[in-house]
């Protein structure tokens, strides 16, 4: 889901909840503002008030713990890719074809997810003249795109299968074979959990609870206030700030797209050591 379109769709829930609130008070006979009505409705706005921070408050740091693991994992990633790389040069020439595949495809994972930082390869001295047409997805018969996790593991896989041809002449590269293959394994898995962390949406029944307590908030807040402009500006102001963290949340669950991603910064300096 857009996370813009989503926002400004609380936010107008937001806003329409202050709107009912004012129409509200216009219809309603004064006697009915009393002090005894003003403490019940204070008191029942602030209990939604209550749950609605705490549900905002939950969700916020559960999208900020997601967007930090996505940012572990993805250096912890790229110290795998520097072991596997290691591990084969130190194997012997035999596996130049598949370091230089692997550090290719690296590029192409920057190109697809920072195509805003291929400059700064660039300026790395780092090549970037690859296929533009081997970025575009691949298409099933169900016309789902290809993740480009599941385009990694299977170019990992691939990697492990050049590794097991091969014919070690002595224990020293029977040990870096290994070697290879189990940092390719610990890749493989790493790959995984990327592609899980990078999909977590926010369920749609918290949103749409959300927008109702919000709706049932605003209204009260203005059903109350009085009618003055600024006051209402102040609540509009309200409105925007519980729209916006709601933004944050959502772009934080989306630790690579989005305003919010993760940097590319772990991937560019694993691309750099390898051309050393």
């Given at each position: ?6 926002t400004l ?28 009505s003003?403490?019940?409705?204070i ?22 713990a ?6 572990a ?76 996790a ?7 896989t ?16 029977r ?17 995984w ?11 749609t029944?918290?949103l ?18 009085p009618p ?16 916006s ?8 669950n ?23």
């Open positions: 889901m857009n996370s813009i379109l989503i769709l609380f936010f107008l829930c937001c806003f329409g909840g202050i709107r009912l609130g004012i129409y509200a008070r216009g219809k309603t006979p004064e006697h009915h503002f009393g002090d005894d003003r403490d019940i409705v008191a029942s706005a602030g209990l939604v008030a209550t749950l609605t921070a705490l549900i905002l408050g939950l969700l916020v740091a559960s999208a900020s997601n967007f930090q693991l996505y940012n994992s993805l250096e912890k990633m790229g110290t795998e890719v520097l072991v596997l790389d290691r591990a084969m040069e130190s194997y012997g020439p035999e596996t130049q074809e598949a370091r230089e595949t692997l550090r290719q495809h690296l590029i192409k994972i920057v190109q697809a997810i920072w195509p805003e930082d291929i400059p700064k390869l660039a300026r790395l001295g780092i090549s970037v003249s690859i296929d533009n047409a081997s970025m575009q997805p691949k298409r099933k018969s169900n016309e789902l795109e290809e993740p480009l599941l385009r990694t593991v299977n170019l990992l691939q990697i492990q299968n050049q590794l097991l041809k091969l014919s070690p002449k002595d224990d020293r590269q040990w870096w074979q290994t070697k290879a293959l189990d940092a390719g394994d610990n890749l493989i898995e790493e790959q959990l990327i592609a899980e962390q990078a999909k977590s949406p926010v369920p029944p918290f749409i609870f959300l927008a109702v307590w919000l709706i049932i908030l605003f209204s009260s807040f203005s059903l109350f206030s003055y402009k600024a006051v209402h500006i102040i609540l509009i102001f309200c409105a925007i700030s519980v729209a963290s709601l933004f944050l949340i959502l772009e934080l989306k630790p690579s797209s989005g305003l919010l991603k993760v940097s590319s910064e772990p991937l560019r300096k694993v691309i750099f050591l390898l051309d050393q």
